[in-house]
């Protein structure tokens, strides 16, 4: 809100005197990918579960944006079966179940449960439950965010295999920092 219609790119450029690119930042995640592999491997997804959910497209070594730039706009894809509101206003989107923002809603609603562990000592200690510190107290045990990042894993590995199925990549690189809890989560994302 508030940045539609803002000319970023000539601010950058004018202040700065260097040619500027303004993407999506999973897009330009995919485009870091690229550079580093494009010789081995130009058909690529690259799938970020941090606060919000996207997924990145290379075809033959270029992005695939679709029509109108929504091409990978995966976050608000409705998971079947899934009644829970998502900001955007729709219900059971994909970002509402497995996104990052998600998970520190389901962790708060937990704590003010009763569940105790790492992230009710946290929030007992006032500090901000986020994403990335969930990811870290499932990488350390804390059985609240490995319950949390294993159920995001599950979710988002199906939809990860509908791309599988549909883009036919050689490569899937799965970032963001709710996929920080690494093999816990890979392993989710693997069994789907």
């Not at 970020?48 to 608000?76: C, E, F, W």
């Not at 059971?92 to 009710?120: K, T, Y």
């Not at 200690?125 to 599950?154: F, K």
Request: aromatic share 6%; charged share 20%; proline share 5%.
């Amino acid at each position: 809100p508030g940045w539609s219609g803002y000319d970023i790119r000539s601010s950058f450029e004018s202040r700065y005197g260097v040619p500027t690119w303004v993407d999506n930042d999973v897009n330009l995640l995919a485009c870091g990918e690229r550079a580093r592999r494009l010789h081995e491997h130009p058909d690529l997804i690259y799938f970020k579960v941090g606060t919000g959910i996207g997924a990145g497209l290379l075809s033959r070594g270029r992005i695939h944006r679709g029509a109108n730039g929504a091409a990978g706009d995966v976050g608000h894809l409705p998971v079947p079966g899934s009644d829970v509101p998502c900001r955007c206003g729709k219900i059971g989107c994909l970002e509402a179940v497995a996104g990052g923002w998600a998970l520190v809603r389901d962790a708060q609603a937990a704590v003010a449960d009763g569940a105790s562990g790492f992230l009710a000592d946290q929030a007992a200690a006032g500090r901000a439950l986020t994403p990335e510190g969930i990811a870290r107290a499932a990488e350390n045990g804390d059985p609240l965010s490995i319950t949390l990042v294993q159920r995001a894993a599950r979710v988002v590995g199906e939809m990860i295999a509908a791309l599988v199925n549909m883009f036919n990549p050689r490569v899937i690189v799965i970032g963001g920092a709710v996929a920080a809890a690494g093999e816990l989560f890979l392993a989710g994302g693997r069994q789907r």
